[in-house]
């Protein structure tokens, strides 16, 4: 809620990567990124663990977590990662019929295609963002 009692906007966001680890540039520009959308939306969160890398989180952002509402991380496989996670598009599927969003952001890589699968079956706004250097080839 707002300070005036309104609801915020809600946001659902899909990713293949983890927002609280800094292993790449991607995912420092992602968490802050993040930071940012927390302080005027509600945000659910749906990522891969370990961003392609061994998932250490020794160092990860912890600090991101309580900043959403939902953080839902499931497991990192190659094929998950490369080729498509059903248990990450089944997540983001039951979270959208379960509850109101206003916005899809589907971030980095491969995750297009979930947004592309969602935005149809859901009709729901979508944006793809790469927040990588990638971005001029998409």
């Not at 890589?109 to 990638?134: C, D, M, T």
């Amino acid at each position: 809620m707002k300070a005036d009692g309104t609801a915020r906007k809600r946001i659902l966001y899909l990713s293949v990567v983890d927002p609280t680890l800094f292993v790449t540039g991607a995912t420092v520009r992602m968490n802050a990124f993040v930071r940012f959308l927390a302080k005027s939306y509600d945000i659910d969160i749906v990522c891969l663990a370990g961003s392609g890398h061994k998932a250490d989180y020794t160092d990860a952002d912890q600090a991101l977590i309580p900043m959403v509402d939902r953080f839902i991380r499931h497991d990192f496989r190659q094929y998950r990662y490369f080729l498509f996670s059903r248990r990450l598009y089944t997540e983001a599927a039951s979270l959208l019929q379960r509850n109101h969003y206003d916005l899809l952001i589907t971030e980095y890589g491969l995750s297009a295609l979930y947004g592309v699968l969602l935005k149809k079956r859901f009709q729901i706004p979508w944006v793809y963002s790469s927040h990588n250097i990638e971005f001029r080839m998409y």
